[in-house]
């Protein structure tokens, strides 16, 4: 693959990008958490600017984006709508030209999916969509790595997501699965399955890549799974539907009962954080032995890194 094709682009969906390219990000990353771990300091991001948009609220995410842009040089800037008129009293489309005329790239965090493709289409800077109702492209980047560093190419594994099947993790899951060649099972209430759009397109890229994509309610078919993630079940944003939530997705903890039926005693155990243990996910599972959590919040970094470097260039 020739990296000068990621120059300039942005990234709103895993579904935009190709397996190769997907591939190329997984590699630059392991190379600068090598290089991290070697404790090198590079400059790569100096004279650039990013600016960091958020409607909700982030640890990870934008801890991720500041440090790895500004530890190489870079100048973040962030800007909550505390602070900044994003579609209140200026549209999205003027605060992208001019967001676009001072900034060498765009993070954002938020509600709508339209807001980031606005601003990806009006600011002509890369545009990193850190967040919306519909996807965590730079989330599920991170899972792939941390699936891979416990088990090799991540092609042929299998990946189960218990929980609330149409957040924006869980499809962002099912879009990147279904390029690498993952086999992803997404188990779910019938009421909770993702939109039958993407379902279809995904089912149609799967079959490219050999992954075998699943939806069911059944928690027994975590069995063989090499790695059972989870996340809450209540997004930001659908405060208002927590009992009925809880009510749906009880029997879906993620507790060691559940990990023993994978049948696998090297299963690993994923959630992108913030946890609520009690709830998606019981205290003994994920602060125990299988628990990958904190690699993955960690290789958040590593891969946003990856992102920045190939798509703003060395
Ligand atoms: N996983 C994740 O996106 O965490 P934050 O909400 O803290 O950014
Ligand atoms: N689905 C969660 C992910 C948080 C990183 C949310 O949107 O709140």
């Not at 602060?287 to 990958?292: E, L």
Request: aromatic share 8%; with cysteine.
């Amino acid at each position: 693959m020739d990296p000068t094709t990621l120059k300039g682009r942005s990234l709103l969906t895993w579904l935009d990008y190709t397996a190769e390219e997907i591939r190329y990000f997984l590699e630059v990353s392991k190379q600068v958490k090598a290089e991290s771990q070697r404790h090198e300091v590079h400059r790569r991001f100096e004279g650039k600017t990013l600016a960091l948009l958020f409607e909700k609220r982030s640890t990870r995410t934008r801890c991720a984006f500041e440090t790895a842009f500004g530890e190489e040089g870079g100048h973040p800037v962030f800007l909550s709508t505390a602070d900044i008129q994003l579609g209140a009293k200026e549209s999205i489309e003027d605060t992208a030209r001019v967001l676009g005329r001072m900034f060498s790239a765009i993070q954002f965090r938020g509600f709508k999916q339209a807001t980031v493709e606005t601003l990806a289409h009006y600011s002509g800077v890369p545009v990193y969509n850190g967040l919306t109702d519909d996807f965590h492209p730079t989330q599920v980047l991170a899972d792939i790595q941390t699936l891979e560093e416990q088990y090799g190419p991540a092609t042929g594994k299998k990946l189960c997501f218990v929980g609330d099947g149409r957040n924006n993790v869980a499809r962002s899951l099912m879009v990147i699965c279904a390029k690498l060649g993952v086999h992803f099972t997404l188990i779910t209430p019938p009421s909770l399955n993702p939109d039958p759009d993407l379902t279809t397109r995904c089912t149609a890229i799967a079959q490219v890549s050999g992954a075998q994509l699943r939806i069911t309610p059944d928690t027994a078919e975590v069995e063989g799974a090499h790695a059972v993630y989870t996340d809450v079940w209540v997004s930001m944003g659908e405060e208002a539907k927590k009992e009925e939530r809880i009510r749906l997705l009880r029997p879906y903890q993620v507790n060691q009962a559940l990990m023993d039926k994978t049948g696998r005693k090297d299963s690993i155990f994923l959630h992108c954080l913030p946890a609520i243990k009690g709830e998606e996910v019981s205290s003994g599972v994920i602060d125990g032995s299988q628990s990958r959590a904190w690699d993955q919040a960690e290789n958040r970094k590593h891969t946003i890194k990856a992102l920045l470097l190939a798509t703003l260039g060395y």
